[in-house]
């Protein structure tokens, strides 16, 4: 081999040598970004679920003081205990089940029902809170459930 055709045959091992590396290299570099995607997918997951919240303000008879519990019979629908469904696409996504409420002269008289549901799925969008048959059902945006719907139950569509 002439020294010429033996540097090119070094110049071409070098090459490929330095090829064969960068690709392991690139490979463990590649496997170091996907298990730091993993760990941010990891991070990430508390996005996967929120908290919906918001105020239920249910007509109730006069009697009570502001701020003082209202449940009972004078109040139109709503009560302590009372259980209702978030749904999304159809489909039940989570339960809540309503605390005590408070009495309110804000816009009439009102028993506010203040609820939080955690684990409620993210990412679909928009979201029913369904009072049953008898209350009805009014339809949110995530970013409204996310922040704290107030509505007036007498504005839920479908009850009877």
Known sequence: MGSFTKHRYLLAVFVIA???????????????????????????????????????????????????????PNVFNLQD????????????????????????KEEGNFCEFEFSVDDVPAGLGFYTIDLGERNGHKEFSEEEMRTGVVTKTEKFEGGI
Do not use: H, W
Not at 29 to 43: K, L, T
Not at 99 to 104: L, M, N, Y
């Open 18 to 72: 330095g090829l064969a590396l960068s690709g392991c290299s690139a490979s463990e570099s590649n496997s170091n970004n996907e298990g730091r995607g993993d760990s941010e997918a990891a991070d990430d997951s508390s996005e996967d679920t929120f908290t919906a919240k918001g105020v239920l303000r249910d007509r109730t008879l006069p009697g009570y003081r502001v701020g003082e519990v209202c449940d009972g």
């Open 81 to 104: 205990g009372y259980e209702f469904k978030i749904q999304a696409e159809g489909k039940t996504v989570a339960m809540g089940t309503l605390p005590s409420g408070t009495f309110s």
